[in-house]
Nanobody
Framework: QVQLVESGGGLVQAGGSLRLSCAAS????????MGWFRQAPGKEREFVAA????????NYADSVKGRFTISRANAKNTVDLQMFSLKFEDAAVYYC???????????????????WGQGTQVTVSS
């Protein structure tokens, strides 16, 4: 079992920044590939960013490239999502996810993740 707890969501003005964090427990964190997804009202959950176990490989959705940065601190069992230049369309519930694959990878598919957090709300205002 892996427990994932997101934090850092909130209300931010368009153009502003926000940093999300996800704390993991239950498994050796350095063995987990990690990802961030988001889901806006009425829309399907979508991939945002992912990072491999060592942090050497990262992957981003086209919509966030150049604005969001995923990072991890294996010593702290955390993975962060730094978001800059936030847009109205970035508003969503953001979910942290863990991939138990033995391969070091940064997958974008929802089905490739085994555990999910409860999510944290990001609201973007004018």
């Amino acid at each position: 079992q892996v427990q994932l707890v997101e934090s850092g969501g909130g209300l931010v003005q368009a153009g502003g920044s926000l940093r999300l964090s996800c704390a993991a427990s239950g498994r050796t964190f350095s063995n987990l590939n990690m990802g961030w997804f988001r889901q806006a009202p009425g829309k399907e959950r979508e991939f945002v960013a992912a990072i491999s176990r060592s942090g050497r490989t990262s992957n981003y959705a086209d919509s966030v490239k150049g604005r969001f940065t995923i990072s991890r601190a294996n010593a702290k069992n955390t993975v962060d999502l730094q978001m800059f230049s936030l847009k109205f369309e970035d508003a969503a519930v953001y979910y942290c996810a863990a991939d138990l694959s033995s391969l070091p990878r940064a997958p974008s598919g929802i089905d490739e993740y085994d555990y999910w957090g409860q999510g944290t709300q990001v609201t973007v205002s004018s």
